[in-house]
């Protein structure tokens, strides 16, 4: 979700939806399936928005590892947020996302590769001074 509001929307939506499906639960996982649940929810809300409607938050200087993931493609940022951000293991994230759990594997992987180098690059570029900003102009008149 693109804001706090929205998302605390989502979590509303999906907790009302567990309570009213808490009797199709199976086995021990909660939070995978609640999990699961939220994912529907967000899409549905995300796919009602207007596709011409690309609000992105608005970014400081030095990117976070979260704005990171969000610029990652969709596929590989669900996993790594589900795995680093949320500490599921391989085969929950699986049972989240609904996909194998050697595909989970390998997009974490993916996932990492991508974030490092734009880790790197976005502290690098942070660091940076603007190119006119390392000595002030001084303009003199002429003595003559």
């Known amino acids: ?17 567990a309570l009213r499906r808490f009797d199709g639960l199976r086995g021990p996982a909660i939070r995978p399936w609640l999990l699961a ?3 529907a ?9 207007p596709s011409g409607n690309n609000v992105t938050p608005e970014r400081r200087d030095t990117p976070t590892i979260r704005q ?5 493609p969709a596929p590989l940022g669900e996993v790594i947020a589900l795995r680093e951000m ?22 974490i992987a993916e996932a990492r590769a991508l974030l490092l180098p734009a880790w790197r690059a976005a502290k690098k570029a942070a660091q940076a001074k603007p190119a006119g900003a390392s000595k002030p102009v001084v303009y003199r008149a002429n003595a003559c």
């Open 86 to 107: 949320i500490d599921l293991s391989y085969k929950e994230i699986a049972e989240v996302t609904g996909i194998p759990v050697t595909t989970v594997m390998s997009r």
């Open 37 to 39: 649940i939220l994912k």
């Open 1 to 17: 979700m693109r804001t706090e509001a929205d998302a605390e929307l989502a979590v509303q939506e999906c907790y009302l939806r």
């Open 68 to 72: 990171l993931i969000h610029d990652l």
């Open 41 to 49: 929810v967000c899409q549905e809300k995300l796919d009602r928005k």
